[in-house]
Protein backbone atom coordinates (compact mmCIF):
# COMPACT_ATOMS: atom_id res chain seq x y z
CA UNK A 1 0.00 0.00 0.00
CA UNK A 2 1.15 3.71 -0.88
CA UNK A 3 1.97 5.71 2.54
CA UNK A 4 2.10 9.13 3.02
CA UNK A 5 5.50 10.21 3.24
CA UNK A 6 6.86 11.56 -0.61
CA UNK A 7 9.78 12.81 -1.60
CA UNK A 8 8.01 16.60 -2.38
CA UNK A 9 9.41 17.14 -5.84
CA UNK A 10 8.76 12.88 -6.73
CA UNK A 11 5.38 13.94 -5.66
CA UNK A 12 4.70 17.66 -7.30
CA UNK A 13 5.88 15.53 -10.54
CA UNK A 14 3.62 12.48 -9.90
CA UNK A 15 0.58 15.02 -9.50
CA UNK A 16 1.13 17.09 -12.82
CA UNK A 17 1.49 13.76 -14.73
CA UNK A 18 -1.69 12.53 -13.16
CA UNK A 19 -3.34 15.83 -13.83
CA UNK A 20 -2.07 15.30 -17.29
CA UNK A 21 -3.38 12.00 -17.97
CA UNK A 22 -6.62 12.68 -15.79
CA UNK A 23 -7.25 15.45 -18.53
CA UNK A 24 -6.06 13.57 -21.69
CA UNK A 25 -8.42 10.59 -20.55
CA UNK A 26 -11.41 12.95 -19.62
CA UNK A 27 -11.19 14.69 -23.24
CA UNK A 28 -10.81 11.38 -25.07
CA UNK A 29 -13.08 9.37 -23.77
CA UNK A 30 -15.80 11.96 -21.95
CA UNK A 31 -18.03 14.29 -24.57
CA UNK A 32 -18.70 16.60 -21.87
CA UNK A 33 -14.93 17.52 -21.30
CA UNK A 34 -14.53 17.19 -25.11
CA UNK A 35 -17.15 19.85 -25.49
CA UNK A 36 -15.94 21.84 -22.43
CA UNK A 37 -12.44 21.78 -23.65
CA UNK A 38 -13.16 22.62 -27.09
CA UNK A 39 -15.40 25.08 -26.45
CA UNK A 40 -12.69 27.13 -24.01
CA UNK A 41 -9.70 26.45 -26.69
CA UNK A 42 -7.61 23.92 -24.21
CA UNK A 43 -6.28 20.95 -25.44
CA UNK A 44 -4.76 18.92 -22.95
CA UNK A 45 -1.00 19.30 -24.32
CA UNK A 46 -1.86 23.08 -22.84
CA UNK A 47 -1.06 21.33 -19.65
CA UNK A 48 2.87 21.53 -19.42
CA UNK A 49 3.11 22.69 -15.51
CA UNK A 50 0.87 22.08 -12.28
CA UNK A 51 0.17 26.07 -12.33
CA UNK A 52 -1.49 25.41 -15.85
CA UNK A 53 -4.26 24.06 -14.50
CA UNK A 54 -6.19 27.11 -13.73
CA UNK A 55 -6.71 27.47 -17.84
CA UNK A 56 -9.76 24.44 -17.24
CA UNK A 57 -12.66 25.42 -16.55
CA UNK A 58 -14.36 24.62 -13.26
CA UNK A 59 -17.06 21.87 -13.10
CA UNK A 60 -19.90 22.72 -11.32
CA UNK A 61 -22.68 20.63 -9.76
CA UNK A 62 -24.98 22.05 -11.61
CA UNK A 63 -22.96 20.24 -14.50
CA UNK A 64 -23.74 17.13 -12.55
CA UNK A 65 -27.08 17.53 -12.22
CA UNK A 66 -27.72 18.38 -15.84
CA UNK A 67 -25.27 15.05 -16.85
CA UNK A 68 -27.94 12.92 -14.86
CA UNK A 69 -27.63 10.38 -14.99
CA UNK A 70 -25.40 9.28 -17.19
CA UNK A 71 -23.61 12.04 -19.22
CA UNK A 72 -20.01 12.03 -17.65
CA UNK A 73 -19.41 8.46 -18.00
CA UNK A 74 -15.79 8.09 -19.95
CA UNK A 75 -16.31 4.58 -20.83
CA UNK A 76 -18.78 2.01 -21.77
CA UNK A 77 -21.95 1.49 -19.21
CA UNK A 78 -20.71 -2.27 -19.32
CA UNK A 79 -17.10 -1.55 -17.64
CA UNK A 80 -19.11 0.60 -14.58
CA UNK A 81 -19.06 -1.89 -12.02
CA UNK A 82 -21.09 -0.21 -9.16
CA UNK A 83 -23.06 3.13 -9.06
CA UNK A 84 -23.66 5.23 -6.19
CA UNK A 85 -25.37 8.90 -5.79
CA UNK A 86 -25.17 11.68 -3.35
CA UNK A 87 -27.29 11.51 -0.45
CA UNK A 88 -29.08 14.62 -1.72
CA UNK A 89 -28.48 16.74 1.40
CA UNK A 90 -28.71 19.80 -0.99
CA UNK A 91 -31.13 19.01 -3.92
CA UNK A 92 -31.12 16.29 -6.79
CA UNK A 93 -29.32 13.31 -6.76
CA UNK A 94 -25.74 13.50 -8.47
CA UNK A 95 -24.95 10.23 -10.16
CA UNK A 96 -21.16 8.54 -9.81
CA UNK A 97 -20.23 5.09 -12.15
CA UNK A 98 -17.34 3.45 -10.90
CA UNK A 99 -14.63 0.70 -12.87
CA UNK A 100 -13.02 -1.86 -11.39
CA UNK A 101 -10.09 0.18 -11.27
CA UNK A 102 -11.70 3.55 -9.53
CA UNK A 103 -12.94 0.53 -6.97
CA UNK A 104 -9.38 -0.45 -6.26
CA UNK A 105 -8.32 2.92 -6.29
CA UNK A 106 -11.00 4.33 -3.71
CA UNK A 107 -10.79 0.85 -1.43
CA UNK A 108 -6.89 1.81 -1.31
CA UNK A 109 -7.53 5.37 -0.46
CA UNK A 110 -9.89 4.62 2.15
CA UNK A 111 -7.54 1.98 3.65
CA UNK A 112 -5.26 4.41 3.94
CA UNK A 113 -7.16 7.40 5.86
CA UNK A 114 -8.08 4.28 8.23
CA UNK A 115 -4.29 3.35 9.03
CA UNK A 116 -3.93 7.16 9.54
CA UNK A 117 -6.47 7.16 11.94
CA UNK A 118 -4.64 3.85 13.90
CA UNK A 119 -7.14 1.45 13.25
CA UNK A 120 -4.82 -1.82 12.90
CA UNK A 121 -5.85 -5.01 10.86
CA UNK A 122 -6.98 -6.32 14.20
CA UNK A 123 -9.41 -4.04 14.60
CA UNK A 124 -13.20 -4.94 14.76
CA UNK A 125 -14.81 -1.93 12.51
CA UNK A 126 -18.73 -1.63 12.75
CA UNK A 127 -19.75 0.42 10.07
CA UNK A 128 -22.61 2.44 10.48
CA UNK A 129 -22.88 4.65 8.48
CA UNK A 130 -26.19 3.68 5.45
CA UNK A 131 -25.58 0.76 3.07
CA UNK A 132 -26.74 2.16 -0.12
CA UNK A 133 -26.68 4.58 -2.31
CA UNK A 134 -24.84 7.08 -0.65
CA UNK A 135 -20.91 6.37 -0.48
CA UNK A 136 -20.47 6.57 2.96
CA UNK A 137 -21.09 2.62 4.36
CA UNK A 138 -19.74 0.90 0.87
CA UNK A 139 -16.76 3.15 0.92
CA UNK A 140 -15.43 2.60 4.28
CA UNK A 141 -16.29 -1.49 4.27
CA UNK A 142 -13.99 -2.08 1.09
CA UNK A 143 -11.21 0.08 2.45
CA UNK A 144 -11.35 -1.22 5.91
CA UNK A 145 -11.41 -4.77 4.32
CA UNK A 146 -8.45 -3.32 2.43
CA UNK A 147 -6.96 -2.46 5.32
CA UNK A 148 -7.61 -6.22 6.87
CA UNK A 149 -10.10 -5.56 10.13
CA UNK A 150 -12.83 -7.14 10.65
CA UNK A 151 -15.97 -5.19 9.44
CA UNK A 152 -19.49 -5.66 10.67
CA UNK A 153 -21.67 -4.19 7.80
CA UNK A 154 -24.49 -2.79 10.35
CA UNK A 155 -25.21 0.07 8.19
CA UNK A 156 -27.38 2.83 10.06
CA UNK A 157 -30.02 2.90 11.91
CA UNK A 158 -31.47 0.62 14.59
CA UNK A 159 -29.85 1.98 17.47
CA UNK A 160 -30.30 0.01 20.41
CA UNK A 161 -29.41 -3.20 18.01
CA UNK A 162 -26.28 -1.34 17.25
CA UNK A 163 -25.52 -1.29 20.38
CA UNK A 164 -26.66 -4.22 21.98
CA UNK A 165 -23.99 -5.70 18.95
CA UNK A 166 -21.42 -3.52 19.12
CA UNK A 167 -20.76 -4.79 23.04
CA UNK A 168 -21.20 -8.41 21.64
CA UNK A 169 -18.87 -8.27 19.08
CA UNK A 170 -16.24 -6.16 20.78
CA UNK A 171 -16.57 -3.56 18.52
CA UNK A 172 -13.14 -1.57 18.75
CA UNK A 173 -13.93 0.66 15.69
CA UNK A 174 -17.17 3.09 15.11
CA UNK A 175 -18.12 4.41 12.08
CA UNK A 176 -20.77 6.75 11.28
CA UNK A 177 -21.86 10.76 11.36
CA UNK A 178 -20.67 12.32 14.09
CA UNK A 179 -24.29 12.98 15.18
CA UNK A 180 -25.21 9.55 14.57
CA UNK A 181 -22.17 8.69 17.42
CA UNK A 182 -23.31 11.75 20.10
CA UNK A 183 -27.28 9.54 19.72
CA UNK A 184 -25.68 6.44 20.43
CA UNK A 185 -23.88 7.70 23.88
CA UNK A 186 -27.64 9.29 24.44
CA UNK A 187 -29.49 6.12 24.13
CA UNK A 188 -26.75 4.29 25.36
CA UNK A 189 -27.30 5.78 28.77
CA UNK A 190 -31.20 5.75 28.25
CA UNK A 191 -30.51 1.90 28.21
CA UNK A 192 -28.78 2.25 31.20
CA UNK A 193 -25.11 1.41 29.37
CA UNK A 194 -22.15 3.44 30.50
CA UNK A 195 -20.88 4.44 26.85
CA UNK A 196 -17.07 4.52 27.64
CA UNK A 197 -17.10 0.64 28.82
CA UNK A 198 -18.50 -0.50 25.25
CA UNK A 199 -14.47 -0.56 25.04
CA UNK A 200 -14.03 1.46 21.32
CA UNK A 201 -11.06 2.65 20.73
CA UNK A 202 -11.23 4.67 17.53
CA UNK A 203 -14.04 6.33 16.08
CA UNK A 204 -13.91 7.51 12.25
CA UNK A 205 -16.23 10.40 11.22
CA UNK A 206 -17.44 12.08 8.60
CA UNK A 207 -19.82 13.17 6.31
CA UNK A 208 -20.75 16.32 7.99
CA UNK A 209 -18.76 18.95 9.79
CA UNK A 210 -18.03 17.78 13.58
CA UNK A 211 -16.85 20.71 15.76
CA UNK A 212 -14.66 20.71 18.44
CA UNK A 213 -17.56 20.50 21.10
CA UNK A 214 -18.83 17.49 18.97
CA UNK A 215 -15.67 15.72 18.73
CA UNK A 216 -15.89 16.82 22.64
CA UNK A 217 -18.40 15.55 23.70
CA UNK A 218 -17.87 12.08 21.59
CA UNK A 219 -14.33 11.33 23.18
CA UNK A 220 -16.07 12.14 26.47
CA UNK A 221 -18.62 9.97 25.95
CA UNK A 222 -17.09 6.71 24.37
CA UNK A 223 -13.71 7.06 25.54
CA UNK A 224 -11.92 6.68 22.10
CA UNK A 225 -10.04 8.92 19.71
CA UNK A 226 -12.41 10.32 17.47
CA UNK A 227 -11.10 10.63 14.07
CA UNK A 228 -12.63 13.15 11.43
CA UNK A 229 -12.34 12.00 7.56
CA UNK A 230 -13.75 13.70 4.31
CA UNK A 231 -15.02 12.87 1.11
CA UNK A 232 -17.73 13.29 -1.48
CA UNK A 233 -19.85 11.42 -3.89
CA UNK A 234 -18.77 13.41 -7.19
CA UNK A 235 -15.04 13.06 -6.59
CA UNK A 236 -15.16 9.08 -5.43
CA UNK A 237 -16.83 9.30 -1.62
CA UNK A 238 -14.82 8.91 1.38
CA UNK A 239 -11.38 8.40 1.91
CA UNK A 240 -9.99 12.10 0.27
CA UNK A 241 -8.04 13.20 3.40
CA UNK A 242 -8.46 12.37 6.66
CA UNK A 243 -6.87 13.20 9.98
CA UNK A 244 -3.50 11.35 11.14
CA UNK A 245 -3.71 10.91 15.22
CA UNK A 246 -2.36 14.40 15.72
CA UNK A 247 -5.87 15.58 15.19
CA UNK A 248 -4.72 19.10 13.40
CA UNK A 249 -6.50 18.93 10.21
CA UNK A 250 -7.08 16.31 7.28
CA UNK A 251 -4.25 14.68 5.08
CA UNK A 252 -5.52 15.03 1.78
CA UNK A 253 -3.85 11.71 -0.13
CA UNK A 254 -2.35 13.97 -2.70
CA UNK A 255 -0.85 11.43 -4.73
CA UNK A 256 -4.68 10.56 -5.81
CA UNK A 257 -6.50 14.16 -5.36
CA UNK A 258 -5.21 17.33 -6.23
CA UNK A 259 -6.64 20.49 -4.31
CA UNK A 260 -6.73 23.78 -4.73
CA UNK A 261 -8.62 26.67 -3.30
CA UNK A 262 -10.03 29.61 -4.12
CA UNK A 263 -12.26 32.59 -3.86
CA UNK A 264 -15.65 31.77 -4.75
CA UNK A 265 -16.54 34.80 -5.69
CA UNK A 266 -13.67 35.02 -8.71
CA UNK A 267 -12.78 31.71 -9.04
CA UNK A 268 -8.92 32.88 -8.63
CA UNK A 269 -6.87 30.83 -6.67
CA UNK A 270 -6.05 31.59 -2.92
CA UNK A 271 -2.51 32.13 -2.04
CA UNK A 272 -1.40 29.08 0.63
CA UNK A 273 -2.88 28.60 3.82
CA UNK A 274 -5.78 31.09 2.98
CA UNK A 275 -9.60 29.91 3.14
CA UNK A 276 -11.91 29.94 0.48
CA UNK A 277 -13.69 27.26 -1.65
CA UNK A 278 -11.97 23.27 -2.11
CA UNK A 279 -11.57 22.37 -5.48
CA UNK A 280 -10.93 18.26 -6.44
CA UNK A 281 -9.71 16.60 -9.51
CA UNK A 282 -8.66 12.98 -8.63
CA UNK A 283 -6.20 11.88 -10.65
CA UNK A 284 -7.09 8.09 -11.39
CA UNK A 285 -10.97 8.45 -12.18
CA UNK A 286 -11.50 6.55 -15.10
CA UNK A 287 -15.59 5.24 -15.24
CA UNK A 288 -16.79 8.88 -14.44
CA UNK A 289 -14.08 11.55 -14.44
CA UNK A 290 -13.67 14.74 -12.90
CA UNK A 291 -11.92 17.79 -13.41
CA UNK A 292 -11.63 21.01 -11.14
CA UNK A 293 -14.83 20.37 -9.28
CA UNK A 294 -15.96 22.87 -7.42
CA UNK A 295 -17.12 21.06 -4.30
CA UNK A 296 -18.82 23.99 -2.65
CA UNK A 297 -16.98 23.07 0.89
CA UNK A 298 -14.94 26.07 2.64
CA UNK A 299 -11.48 25.24 4.00
CA UNK A 300 -7.95 26.58 4.05
CA UNK A 301 -5.01 24.37 3.13
CA UNK A 302 -2.31 24.24 5.96
CA UNK A 303 0.99 25.41 5.17
CA UNK A 304 2.92 23.81 7.34
CA UNK A 305 3.95 19.97 7.58
CA UNK A 306 2.31 18.15 9.95
CA UNK A 307 4.18 16.91 13.03
CA UNK A 308 3.25 13.50 12.34
CA UNK A 309 5.90 13.40 9.28
CA UNK A 310 3.42 13.02 6.26
CA UNK A 311 4.31 15.14 3.91
CA UNK A 312 0.81 14.87 1.83
CA UNK A 313 -0.87 18.48 2.72
CA UNK A 314 -3.33 18.53 5.46
CA UNK A 315 -6.55 20.75 4.43
CA UNK A 316 -8.79 22.15 7.66
CA UNK A 317 -11.66 21.31 9.19
CA UNK A 318 -14.74 22.38 7.01
CA UNK A 319 -16.82 25.34 8.27
CA UNK A 320 -19.34 25.21 6.06
CA UNK A 321 -20.81 24.27 3.04
CA UNK A 322 -21.25 27.01 0.38
CA UNK A 323 -25.02 25.53 -0.25
CA UNK A 324 -25.79 26.06 3.32
CA UNK A 325 -24.60 29.74 3.58
CA UNK A 326 -27.31 31.54 4.51
CA UNK A 327 -27.78 35.13 3.76
CA UNK A 328 -30.03 36.96 5.94
CA UNK A 329 -30.15 41.53 5.35
CA UNK A 330 -26.90 41.00 3.45
CA UNK A 331 -25.35 38.73 6.14
CA UNK A 332 -23.39 35.85 5.38
CA UNK A 333 -23.88 33.12 7.75
CA UNK A 334 -22.71 29.39 8.06
CA UNK A 335 -24.17 27.35 10.56
CA UNK A 336 -21.03 26.45 12.16
CA UNK A 337 -20.69 30.29 13.43
CA UNK A 338 -24.03 29.41 15.28
CA UNK A 339 -22.47 25.96 16.78
CA UNK A 340 -19.37 27.07 18.07
CA UNK A 341 -21.24 29.59 19.77
CA UNK A 342 -23.74 27.37 21.48
CA UNK A 343 -20.43 25.55 22.41
CA UNK A 344 -19.68 27.98 24.84
CA UNK A 345 -23.07 27.23 26.91
CA UNK A 346 -23.18 24.19 29.14
CA UNK A 347 -26.87 24.87 29.27
CA UNK A 348 -27.19 23.60 25.67
CA UNK A 349 -26.61 20.26 24.15
CA UNK A 350 -25.10 20.11 20.82
CA UNK A 351 -28.54 19.49 19.22
CA UNK A 352 -29.83 22.64 17.60
CA UNK A 353 -32.02 23.50 14.44
CA UNK A 354 -32.10 26.48 12.15
CA UNK A 355 -35.75 28.01 10.92
CA UNK A 356 -35.52 30.01 8.19
CA UNK A 357 -38.99 32.30 8.29
CA UNK A 358 -39.61 33.37 4.26
CA UNK A 359 -41.35 35.74 2.95
CA UNK A 360 -41.61 35.49 -0.72
CA UNK A 361 -39.09 33.81 -0.83
CA UNK A 362 -36.66 35.93 1.27
CA UNK A 363 -35.76 35.43 4.56
CA UNK A 364 -36.84 37.43 6.48
CA UNK A 365 -35.92 35.53 10.06
CA UNK A 366 -34.08 33.81 11.25
CA UNK A 367 -34.81 31.20 14.59
CA UNK A 368 -32.40 29.06 16.42
CA UNK A 369 -34.07 26.15 17.98
CA UNK A 370 -31.28 24.81 20.97
CA UNK A 371 -31.84 22.16 22.90
CA UNK A 372 -31.58 22.12 26.88
CA UNK A 373 -29.86 19.50 28.44
CA UNK A 374 -31.31 17.95 31.76
CA UNK A 375 -29.00 20.28 33.64
CA UNK A 376 -29.86 23.70 31.82
CA UNK A 377 -33.82 22.63 32.57
CA UNK A 378 -35.31 24.81 34.49
CA UNK A 379 -38.73 25.60 35.66
CA UNK A 380 -37.54 29.00 36.12
CA UNK A 381 -39.22 31.31 34.00
CA UNK A 382 -36.37 34.04 34.41
CA UNK A 383 -33.69 31.54 34.57
CA UNK A 384 -34.80 30.60 31.14
CA UNK A 385 -35.37 34.48 30.01
CA UNK A 386 -31.58 35.23 31.50
CA UNK A 387 -30.20 32.47 29.24
CA UNK A 388 -31.96 33.01 26.03
CA UNK A 389 -30.56 36.61 26.08
CA UNK A 390 -27.43 35.87 26.71
CA UNK A 391 -27.55 33.04 23.63
CA UNK A 392 -28.98 35.75 21.66
CA UNK A 393 -25.77 38.74 22.95
CA UNK A 394 -23.67 36.51 21.89
CA UNK A 395 -24.93 35.24 18.69
CA UNK A 396 -25.37 39.07 17.93
CA UNK A 397 -22.08 40.05 18.09
CA UNK A 398 -20.51 36.77 16.60
CA UNK A 399 -23.35 37.08 13.56
CA UNK A 400 -23.93 40.97 13.54
CA UNK A 401 -27.78 39.75 13.37
CA UNK A 402 -29.79 38.87 16.25
CA UNK A 403 -31.58 35.82 15.57
CA UNK A 404 -34.88 34.57 17.59
CA UNK A 405 -33.69 32.05 20.16
CA UNK A 406 -36.32 29.41 20.92
CA UNK A 407 -35.13 26.92 23.69
CA UNK A 408 -36.07 23.28 23.98
CA UNK A 409 -37.11 20.63 26.15
CA UNK A 410 -34.18 18.30 26.68
CA UNK A 411 -33.98 15.74 23.82
CA UNK A 412 -37.17 17.17 21.97
CA UNK A 413 -35.31 17.98 18.69
CA UNK A 414 -35.59 14.81 16.28
CA UNK A 415 -31.91 12.55 16.61
CA UNK A 416 -30.52 11.12 12.76
CA UNK A 417 -29.18 8.26 12.06
CA UNK A 418 -27.04 9.94 8.97
CA UNK A 419 -26.29 13.82 8.17
CA UNK A 420 -28.14 15.86 10.42
CA UNK A 421 -30.70 18.46 9.34
CA UNK A 422 -29.75 21.71 10.63
CA UNK A 423 -31.74 24.07 8.40
CA UNK A 424 -35.58 24.01 7.98
CA UNK A 425 -37.30 26.81 5.70
CA UNK A 426 -40.72 28.03 7.01
CA UNK A 427 -42.84 29.96 4.21
CA UNK A 428 -44.95 32.73 5.61
CA UNK A 429 -47.59 34.46 3.76
P1 LIG B 1 -24.55 15.20 -0.13
O1 LIG B 1 -24.08 16.39 -0.91
O2 LIG B 1 -25.89 14.75 -0.55
O3 LIG B 1 -24.41 15.35 1.35
P2 LIG B 1 -22.31 13.31 -0.10
O4 LIG B 1 -22.76 12.19 0.71
O5 LIG B 1 -21.45 13.04 -1.24
O6 LIG B 1 -23.59 14.05 -0.61
O7 LIG B 1 -21.61 14.32 0.90
C1 LIG B 1 -20.46 15.06 0.62
C2 LIG B 1 -20.47 16.34 1.41
O8 LIG B 1 -20.57 16.07 2.82
C3 LIG B 1 -19.20 17.16 1.27
O9 LIG B 1 -19.21 17.95 0.11
C4 LIG B 1 -19.22 17.98 2.55
O10 LIG B 1 -20.04 19.12 2.42
C5 LIG B 1 -19.84 17.04 3.56
N1 LIG B 1 -18.77 16.38 4.33
C6 LIG B 1 -18.24 15.16 4.14
N2 LIG B 1 -17.29 14.89 5.06
C7 LIG B 1 -17.19 15.97 5.85
C8 LIG B 1 -16.39 16.34 6.97
N3 LIG B 1 -15.47 15.53 7.49
N4 LIG B 1 -16.59 17.56 7.51
C9 LIG B 1 -17.50 18.39 7.00
N5 LIG B 1 -18.28 18.12 5.95
C10 LIG B 1 -18.15 16.93 5.38
ZN1 LIG C 1 -0.24 14.10 10.41
Not at 181 to 208: H, Q
Not at 358 to 367: P, Y
Amino acid sequence: MQNDFFNLEEQKTRQLEGFQDAVKHAYENSPFYRRTFDENNIQPEDIKELEDVVKIPFTRKSDLREAYPYGMAAVPLEKILRIHASSGTTGKPIVAGYTKKDLEFWAEGVARICEMAGVKPSDIAQVSFGYGLFTGGFGLHYGLEKLGATVVPFSSGNTERQLTLMKDFKTSVLVCTPSFAIYMSEVARELGYEPSEFGLKIGLFGGEPCSEAMREDIEKQWGLKATVNYGLTEVIGPGVSGECTESRGMHILEDLYYPEIINPETGITLPAGEKGELVLTPLFKEGFPIIRYRTGDITRLIPETCPCGRTTRRMDYITGRSDDMIIIKGVNIFPSQIEEVLAGFREVSPHYRLVLHKQKGFIKDLEVQVELTPEGFSDRFRELEALEGRIRRHLRSTLSLAPRIKLMEPKSLERTTGKAKRILESEEL
